[in-house]
């Protein structure tokens, strides 16, 4: 481009670089501008022209829309190519590249007030493509590649349209969902079977222990001495009630308790089992005393009044085939897994679980009677024998006030104070789980034990009430004994029996919060912190800090289901140098 002056500077010719073409000629009155604003003018049109000219090529080549397909940089370059030969922009195009094409090819269209929707239209039709694909059913004859590379080589040598290409995708993660929901269901299976079964070092140190029972002497021996008799009944000392048979479980509660309390000959510890353990429970604190603390192992068979006409439990237990079918028998047989979530059925596995039928559960709703009748049945033994020592029992004061614990707990603080709280008139301290900073642990009210579709419990139950905690309660005895808790648990029992256990499915709990309705004190959570067994984020600063931690849950700390970060809190009270458990390979990875 050439700039041509006159002499006079009364006209200027703007020309090619060739000479032939006079693009543009201006004459100037002097009288009437001055050459300062004759300048101006000249910068401003020398800066403007180029980028009408740009404009006017992407208004030219609006309907080419490459610059954001693939395979796009040389048909544009050679296009663009094209239209600086044919003398569109030639002088101010020959040193524009690609990239500033393409960026006027995007800004041209919004600086004219124009709109470029190519890319929204794209991305509706494919919308339009998937919701068509959505409500459509799968073809039954389309085959699934086994992977995603392989799904795009097969694009790629058949040439799939977005619709079949849709399909395949909507078909492949159908699949793998339902693989990974029956791979969980599996797991949850494995899981709960796991958590119901005895782990072979357990039962081998139950068989050690009961063996020597029956060939040591010093394994027999009773608990407690004949002189710490009267001790088991006095109500100045802090008496714990346990009933398991798990010996490994009992050991840890007993040891943690003691070390953790700064009286420890104030705790007198009632351990109650069944009669397969009874000896290798014996042998075990027999063999493995914890002095100064006081403990007394005694089997349910050694209760006379503990029979199916006293204990409708019992009998149920032993005579309804259909609530061990439902505890032991196939837990997916019946089940639609389809309408089921993994939580729920990992709910309904866990109610299923057979402790729930076991003696040693419900044996807690008879604990006012165990311990008038226990009394009656030392009398009895030693009547003919020495009356003087009868005479003396006759004088003992029945039990008061009792803490029961799980077998499942670790006791990390000094429990000595539980006995100071004042029930105010109520039966049962325990720990509210309906309000916590632990959603998933403590927001349990009733409507998460009852079925509420049943018309006896809609008609008698709020659904809304606080539900509240087993496992570390605080027992009024004196007060329990004027109630009539344990005929309200039986009632509700039963009812659960006629109506084929549709009332509720979770255990012994659930007719518990009925009986005990009215009769719950509220204790601070700092006592009892739940949910060990089945939430993985438990806090541990937290765990640290409570006075007794429950592993309540299918992940128990002596399984190997047991979550690690969580087990160092139980193990630290094995014994692992003591003969027995060496030998049994106890927790051995």
Same mark, same amino acid.
């Given at each position: 481009?050439?700039?041509?002056?006159? /002499?006079?500077? %009364?006209?200027?010719?703007?020309?090619?670089?060739?000479?032939?073409?006079?693009?543009?000629?201006?004459?100037?009155?002097? !009288?009437?501008?001055?050459? %300062?604003?004759?300048?101006?003018?000249?910068?401003?049109?020398?800066?403007?022209?180029?980028?009408?000219?740009?404009?006017?090529?992407?208004?030219?080549?609006?309907?080419?829309?490459?610059?954001?397909?693939?395979?796009?940089?040389?048909?544009?370059?050679?296009?663009?190519?094209?239209?600086?030969?044919?003398?569109?922009?030639?002088?101010?195009?020959?040193?524009?590249?690609?990239?500033?094409?393409?960026?006027? !090819?995007?800004?041209?269209?919004?600086?004219?007030?124009?709109?470029?929707?190519?890319?929204?239209?794209?991305? !509706?039709?494919?919308?339009?493509?998937?919701?068509?694909?959505?409500?459509? #059913?799968?073809?039954?004859?389309?085959?699934?590649?086994?992977?995603?590379?392989?799904?795009?080589?097969?694009?790629?040598?058949?040439?799939?349209?977005?619709? +079949?290409?849709?399909?395949?995708?909507?078909?492949?993660?159908?699949?793998?969902?339902?693989?990974?929901?029956?791979?969980?269901?599996?797991?949850?299976?494995?899981?709960?079977?796991?958590?119901?079964?005895?782990?072979? &070092?357990?039962?081998? =140190?139950? =068989?050690?222990?009961?063996?020597?029972?029956?060939?040591?002497?010093? @394994?027999?021996?009773?608990?407690?001495?004949?002189?710490? =008799? /009267?001790?088991?009944?006095?109500?100045?000392?802090?008496?714990?009630?346990?009933?398991?048979?798990?010996?490994?479980?009992?050991?840890?509660?007993?040891?943690?308790?003691?070390?953790?309390?700064?009286?420890?000959?104030?705790?007198?510890?009632?351990?109650?089992?069944?009669?397969?353990?009874?000896?290798?429970?014996?042998?075990?604190?027999?063999?493995?005393?914890?002095?100064?603390?006081?403990?007394?192992?005694?089997?349910?068979?050694?209760?006379?009044?503990?029979?199916?006409?006293?204990?409708?439990?019992?009998?149920?237990?032993?005579?309804?085939?259909?609530?061990?079918?439902?505890?032991?028998?196939?837990?997916? @047989?019946?089940?639609?897994?389809?309408?089921?979530?993994?939580?729920?059925?990992?709910?309904?596995?866990?109610?299923?679980?057979?402790?729930?039928?076991? =003696?040693?559960?419900?044996?807690?709703?008879?604990?006012?009677?165990?311990?008038?009748?226990?009394?009656?049945?030392?009398?009895?033994?030693?009547?003919?024998?020495?009356?003087?020592?009868?005479?003396?029992?006759?004088?003992?004061?029945?039990?008061?006030? *009792? *803490?029961?614990?799980?077998?499942?707990?670790?006791?990390?603080?000094?429990?000595?104070?539980?006995?100071?709280?004042?029930?105010?008139?109520?039966?049962?301290? @325990? *720990?509210?789980?309906?309000?916590?900073?632990?959603?998933?642990?403590?927001?349990?009210?009733?409507?998460?034990?009852?079925?509420?579709?049943?018309?006896?419990?809609?008609?008698?139950?709020?659904?809304?009430?606080?539900?509240?905690?087993?496992?570390?309660?605080?027992?009024?005895?004196? +007060?329990?004994?004027?109630?009539?808790?344990?005929?309200?648990?039986?009632?509700?029992?039963?009812?659960?029996?006629?109506?084929?256990?549709?009332?509720?499915?979770?255990?012994?709990?659930? /007719?518990?919060?009925?009986?005990?309705? &009215?009769?719950?004190?509220?204790?601070?959570?700092?006592?009892?912190?739940?949910?060990?067994?089945?939430?993985?984020?438990?806090?541990?600063?937290?765990?640290?800090?409570?006075?007794?931690?429950?592993?309540?849950?299918?992940?128990?700390?002596?399984?190997?289901?047991?979550?690690?970060?969580?087990?160092?809190?139980?193990?630290?009270?094995?014994?692992?140098?003591? #003969?027995?458990? %060496?030998?049994?390979?106890?927790?051995?990875?």
């Amino acid at each position: 481009m050439q700039l041509r002056f006159s /002499p006079s500077m %009364r006209s200027i010719t703007i020309s090619s670089t060739n000479g032939f073409i006079d693009l543009m000629k201006i004459k100037v009155a002097a !009288r009437h501008i001055s050459y %300062r604003t004759l300048f101006h003018t000249i910068l401003i049109l020398a800066f403007l022209l180029p980028f009408v000219f740009i404009l006017t090529a992407v208004v030219t080549l609006e309907g080419v829309n490459k610059c954001s397909s693939f395979g796009s940089l040389r048909f544009e370059s050679s296009l663009l190519r094209s239209v600086v030969e044919n003398g569109i922009c030639n002088v101010v195009c020959v040193d524009l590249n690609l990239n500033l094409y393409c960026l006027g !090819r995007r800004l041209g269209p919004r600086l004219l007030g124009r709109v470029d929707d190519s890319g929204q239209k794209l991305v !509706r039709d494919f919308y339009k493509v998937l919701n068509q694909v959505n409500a459509e #059913d799968i073809p039954t004859d389309l085959k699934l590649p086994d992977s995603f590379s392989n799904l795009v080589s097969e694009m790629k040598d058949n040439q799939y349209d977005a619709k +079949t290409f849709a399909f395949m995708l909507r078909a492949m993660m159908e699949k793998l969902e339902k693989e990974m929901r029956e791979s969980k269901f599996a797991e949850l299976m494995n899981k709960h079977f796991a958590a119901s079964s005895i782990p072979k &070092g357990i039962h081998c =140190l139950s =068989l050690r222990l009961t063996d020597e029972y029956s060939s040591n002497a010093h @394994a027999r021996k009773q608990l407690p001495p004949p002189e710490l =008799l /009267p001790l088991l009944s006095d109500n100045s000392y802090h008496h714990f009630i346990l009933a398991t048979d798990n010996i490994l479980a009992a050991s840890v509660v007993v040891t943690s308790a003691v070390q953790s309390s700064k009286v420890p000959e104030k705790i007198v510890f009632h351990v109650i089992t069944d009669k397969k353990t009874y000896a290798g429970m014996h042998s075990w604190f027999a063999l493995n005393p914890v002095s100064p603390a006081i403990v007394e192992v005694k089997g349910v068979h050694q209760f006379d009044w503990l029979t199916r006409e006293n204990v409708p439990v019992l009998e149920a237990v032993e005579n309804q085939n259909g609530i061990r079918d439902y505890y032991h028998g196939n837990h997916v @047989a019946g089940a639609n897994l389809s309408d089921t979530s993994p939580r729920t059925f990992a709910s309904k596995l866990q109610a299923r679980s057979p402790k729930y039928i076991s =003696l040693l559960n419900h044996l807690r709703i008879y604990l006012p009677e165990v311990f008038i009748f226990n009394i009656f049945f030392v009398k009895k033994k030693i009547f003919m024998i020495e009356v003087l020592i009868m005479s003396t029992i006759q004088l003992f004061p029945n039990l008061n006030k *009792v *803490v029961f614990l799980d077998d499942d707990i670790v006791i990390q603080q000094d429990l000595s104070p539980l006995w100071e709280i004042d029930l105010q008139g109520k039966v049962n301290g @325990a *720990v509210e789980t309906c309000r916590g900073e632990d959603e998933w642990v403590m927001s349990k009210h009733f409507r998460n034990y009852f079925n509420f579709s049943h018309p006896l419990v809609a008609k008698n139950i709020d659904p809304e009430e606080c539900a509240w905690a087993y496992g570390m309660n605080i027992f009024d005895l004196k +007060t329990w004994r004027k109630t009539k808790i344990r005929e309200t648990y039986h009632y509700w029992v039963r009812e659960n029996l006629k109506s084929n256990l549709t009332l509720w499915k979770l255990g012994t709990l659930p /007719p518990a919060l009925i009986a005990f309705r &009215g009769h719950v004190h509220p204790i601070d959570p700092s006592w009892h912190m739940l949910g060990l067994g089945y939430q993985n984020k438990t806090s541990i600063e937290k765990v640290k800090k409570a006075a007794v931690i429950h592993y309540n849950g299918q992940s128990k700390p002596w399984l190997q289901i047991g979550f690690e970060h969580l087990r160092p809190f139980w193990t630290k009270y094995v014994n692992y140098s003591n #003969d027995f458990i %060496r030998n049994c390979h106890i927790l051995d990875s």
